[in-house]
């Protein structure tokens, strides 16, 4: 036959189709593997075209053929490089490595052809790190490494190295090794997991371990290492995509793809539908024929531009179609659109699939292929006419161009981050000629304003328009596909932890409507990945400036450490000391979110949280000069009720030093009691500092201030004459600045010591801000400078995580918070000086292990201590690094009284800015009673306005007050953020002569 006359698809097992004479338009396309395109290349050479081509933008295929769905059921049939054999090509990587490398597992040898493909992909990884410019892979499968299966983070990759390399060198920074790839099915297992039927735990026994520098070791675990995180990945060559597939379904830790969403997310009309219903995301008009659809698709015009036309059957349906194509080829969803392409829609046809190009008016053409295509349809499986996009003429500063003009094919990496939100996080584009394809591999990647810019597009604010186009379709496409998991049944998804934590989305450039218009053509998250790894410096090159902070895997990597704590965390019993007030309401839900199993040990026997914990033991903690026998009473108690702690915390600054102690009793992790006291007791804090001189330098001394405490008159007297004054004046064992003061000269003092001594004799006559521990008080300097928040997380003496906000200036002589801004609006040099300060604080005191708030202020010597509160930090800090950083203080904290070391990526990067602004009952009781009540307040923060974070539950003013809620509104920029904020304030009633929120935002211009 002819070869005018076929129509062949790239699947094998396909016949030929029939088809009348094509007209003079391109040939056919198939989509070719990459071996065949060098013998297309090679015979394209001493052939000519018999006829003129059309500019075009190709909606075909972005990808060789052996991209194929996980699991699909063709991918035993042909391998990635279309042939027979089933076996990898040889000596196809140029470079030199060590061969002689313990690839294979003794525990589960491969056969001839799993063996093959292993080395094979071996190479590859060490061709790609050779490219990079890394040191070879170590081979330290000798000697095995031991570890604590279940009790350490294990990022599990399977799949191509050139495709996930993004990702393993961006896990190796964050989580050094604990991002793991195999290079084979064979070095994993999967083994039931008890309590939990139907699921079942994955285990790595050998893989190639990621570590900062790009240095990578080929490791065996004995015992195996647990999976926290599995992510398989796509053509893995014959046989192996069922593996794979296998490997992922119903797993007890989280996985970043299954089979079963893969199957839908590569059939293109059910994505293309998807995209169209969220009416922000431009998708080519097309008209679809299916056969027996999924169920998740929507007949007849449900989405604009996609009509949906379902067939009983596949025959006798020439009426039908062709008055359907006609009213379609006619319609104005087509616009000036001069040609359309018939293809193949449905799993099995992703990267498989040829396609054929008509023009409008050829009517007849395009019914006859219609009629011959659906003859090999299968359920759920559709016939696409979809509309082809001629691309965009952009004016050229050089003049007219004598070739074809260039096509623009846009690839964004999108990310699912805390609170399920999407997030972009790297564009990369490809220019080629517009009457070819321009596809992944067969185009240099270069950032958006580069590809823009040969196109002729150099106009900042145009091509900051397209960027931002692009990011917002990009983002609710993923956001599409995360709501349509959500309504999957676990099953459905492959497993109750199978989600999706990426996407990649191919755009075509078009002018439509006049404007710059990104049309989303297809899902393709392996490519649009590996894309992003050739554009980050080519690789070999190095990073520089922004794009040095801007790897497109920091998200994903951050998503698997975050998912990973929690697969880590789930299930544990942890005792929790003191359950605080209404701010501490958020660690009761993010406990049933997570799964822990709460214990709770307080004083008040009517307290809320007694009804949602698992145990609830009522004990008076509030003599805190009897914390060591209580000590040993409550782990009598919970010895007596058979509780199996995993471990025990407290967030509540009355009951840290008690929590300590309790752990010692019951043999759980914590800082040694010690330490705790110290910090608790502020004087002390700084006078051991004091002496800390170094080794090494810098030493703490360096950032503590003199004082002195004060338990009589007769200390005041002292202190006058050994501390400078102005000085501040506060309480001992204080918390939330209440009764603190600024205090000029000696009158003044022995006047406030006189008051509080008076005013605040014991726990009734103020609750919750120490004054169990007595009412003692301490005189120190009054330093100048700005002062700021440093959240810690450490683990083993070791600094995990810091996080440094800014306040605002406060309303002297009082020092009550007025303001915050987070992140920090301080030069990195001044930043890391106030981490690195606070870090040497927390160490000079004994804090080696938890979640530490330090209180500084920056002077022009440097960063000065205020106080250091031994637990995670409060009023709104765990609410806003959650917001911004993706980092649950909460759960860290957990983790670290389980001995477990927290989940965190290395260096957080902050998603925006927040602004916030302190309301008092003395000053705003009018407002929070009307304007800004908790209703409208809570309204508002329900509708994204502003972020509400409450304090205190009633209403009541009082002379020692503290702050009753936070108001804080996010922007891009800290001055977007401010702006918001103050006129929020103003018409909330907020701001105010007395209040004047202006001038406590002044620090954050």
């Not at 497109?552 to 965390?569: D, F, K, N, Q, Y």
């Not at 701001?991 to 211009?1005: I, W």
Request: aromatic letters at 6%; proline letters at 8%; a negative charge.
């Amino acid at each position: 036959m002819p070869q005018a006359l076929l129509y062949k698809a790239a699947l094998p097992g396909l016949g030929a189709v029939p088809l009348p004479p094509p007209p003079p338009l391109p040939p056919l396309r198939p989509a070719l593997s990459e071996s065949a395109r060098h013998t297309c290349r090679a015979a394209a050479a001493h052939q000519s075209l018999s006829h003129s081509t059309n500019e075009m933008l190709s909606l075909d295929p972005s990808g060789p053929e052996w991209d194929c769905p996980l699991g699909s059921k063709d991918l035993e049939e042909e391998g990635p490089w279309g042939g027979d054999s089933g076996l990898p090509p040889t000596g196809c990587f140029p470079g030199s490595w060590r061969q002689d490398v313990g690839l294979d597992y003794k525990g589960s040898p491969e056969g001839a052809e799993a063996r093959a493909w292993t080395v094979y992909y071996y190479s590859l990884l060490q061709s790609c790190l050779q490219q990079a410019g890394l040191p070879e892979t170590q081979d330290r499968s000798q000697v095995p490494c031991t570890g604590c299966p279940g009790a350490e983070v294990t990022l599990c990759v399977l799949g191509s190295p050139s495709t996930f390399l993004p990702v393993l060198l961006e896990g190796g920074v964050q989580s050094p090794g604990n991002m793991l790839l195999c290079l084979s099915p064979a070095w994993l297992m999967k083994v039931p997991a008890p309590g939990q039927p139907g699921e079942a735990a994955l285990l790595v026994s050998k893989a190639v371990s990621f570590h900062p520098g790009g240095l990578t070791f080929l490791d065996d675990f004995v015992p195996p290492r647990r999976a926290t995180y599995f992510l398989a990945g796509l053509g893995l060559g014959p046989g192996r995509g069922r593996e794979a597939a296998e490997l992922a379904r119903d797993l007890t830790c989280p996985t970043g793809a299954s089979a079963e969403l893969a199957r839908l997310l590569e059939d293109r009309l059910l994505t293309r539908q998807l995209l169209a219903q969220q009416g922000c995301v431009a998708v080519p008009a097309t008209l679809a024929f299916t056969y027996k659809p999924l169920g998740l698709l929507l007949g007849g015009d449900a989405s604009p531009g996609l009509r949906l036309v379902e067939l009983s059957g596949k025959e006798g349906q020439e009426m039908l179609v062709k008055e359907e194509v006609e009213t379609f080829l006619h319609s104005e969803a087509l616009g000036d659109v001069l040609q359309v392409a018939v293809k193949l829609s449905g799993w099995r046809w992703r990267g498989r699939q040829a396609f054929r190009l008509y023009s409008r008016a050829e009517l007849g053409t395009v019914v006859d292929t219609v009629l011959a295509l659906l003859e090999k349809l299968e359920e759920e499986e559709s016939v696409l006419v979809e509309a082809v996009y001629p691309p965009v003429r952009l004016p050229c500063s050089d003049g007219p161009a004598l070739g074809p003009g260039l096509a623009v094919r846009i690839c964004a990496v999108v990310c699912r981050t805390q609170g399920d939100r999407p997030l972009l996080s790297k564009v990369v584009c490809g220019v080629g000629r517009g009457d070819r394809p321009v596809r992944h591999h067969n185009s240099l990647p270069r950032t958006l304003e580069g590809a823009l810019a040969q196109c002729g597009l150099g106009d900042a604010a145009q091509v900051a328009a397209v960027r931002q186009r692009v990011k917002a379709a990009a983002e609710a496409a993923l956001g599409a596909v995360l709501a349509l998991e959500a309504g999957l049944s676990a099953e459905q998804r492959g497993g109750r932890r199978a989600h999706t934590d990426f996407l990649g989305v191919d755009f075509a450039l078009t002018a439509a409507g006049g404007a710059l218009t990104p049309v989303a053509l297809e899902l393709n998250s392996g490519l649009c990945l590996e894309a992003c790894g050739a554009l980050e410096g080519l690789w070999a090159a190095p990073r520089l400036g922004p794009a040095a902070d801007d790897a497109a895997a920091a998200p994903l990597v951050e998503t698997m450490l975050r998912r990973s704590a929690r697969c880590l965390m789930e299930g544990k019993h942890l005792l929790v000391v003191g359950a605080g007030g209404v701010s501490k309401k958020f660690v009761w839900e993010a406990a049933r979110d997570y799964g822990l199993q709460l214990h709770l040990v307080e004083s008040d026997p009517n307290h809320f949280a007694s009804q949602l914990v698992q145990t609830f033991i009522h004990f008076d903690m509030t003599e805190h000069q009897r914390d060591e026998e209580n000590a040993r009473l409550l782990a009598e108690l919970v010895r007596a009720r058979g509780l199996k702690l995993d471990g025990c915390f407290s967030y509540w600054d009355d009951c840290l030093v008690l929590t300590a102690l309790l752990c010692q009793e019951l043999g759980l992790p914590c800082c040694p009691p010690a330490a705790m006291r110290l910090a608790k007791h502020k004087s002390r804090t700084q006078l051991h500092l004091l002496c800390h001189h170094g080794p090494p330098w810098p030493a703490p001394s360096l950032h503590a201030v003199p004082c002195c405490p004060l338990e009589s008159e007769a200390d005041v007297e002292r202190a006058v004459h050994q501390v400078p004054l102005p000085g501040v004046m506060k309480l001992e064992f204080g918390a939330g600045a209440v009764g603190t003061r600024l205090v000029k000269d000696a009158p003044q003092c022995y006047e406030h010591f006189s008051q509080i001594t008076r005013d605040l004799q014991g726990e009734a006559d103020h609750p919750g801000i120490g004054l169990g521990w007595g009412n003692a008080m301490l005189l120190m300097e009054f330093v100048e400078g700005t002062e700021h928040d440093v959240d810690l997380v450490l683990f083993g003496g070791r600094l995990l995580a810091a996080f440094v906000s800014d306040n605002g200036p406060t309303r002297l002589p009082g020092f009550t918070e007025t303001a915050a801004c987070m992140p920090t609006g301080l030069a990195p040099e001044q930043e890391v000086q106030m981490v690195q300060a606070a870090f040497r604080c927390c160490l000079g005191c004994g804090l080696l292990d938890g979640v530490f708030n330090v209180e500084l202020k920056l002077t022009g010597a440097g960063p000065r201590l205020i106080e250091i509160n031994p637990r995670m930090g409060g009023f709104y800090l765990r609410d806003w690094i959650l917001e911004l950083y993706g980092v649950d203080l909460l759960l860290a904290a957990a983790m670290v009284a389980c001995g477990l070391r927290p989940a965190l990526p290395t260096h957080p990067r902050a998603r925006g800015h927040l602004v916030g602004v302190m309301c008092l009952v003395s000053q705003h009781l009018q407002a929070l009673s009307s304007t800004a009540s908790r209703e409208a307040l809570q309204a508002l923060h329900d509708r994204g306005v502003l972020r509400l974070n409450l304090l205190e539950e009633a209403l009541v003013p009082g002379k020692y007050e503290e702050p009753y809620c936070s108001v804080a509104c996010a922007g891009p920029s800290p001055t977007e953020a401010r702006l918001r904020l103050l006129g929020l304030c103003q018409g909330l009633g907020i701001d105010g002569p007395n209040y004047p929120v202006a001038h406590f935002l002044s620090h954050f211009k």
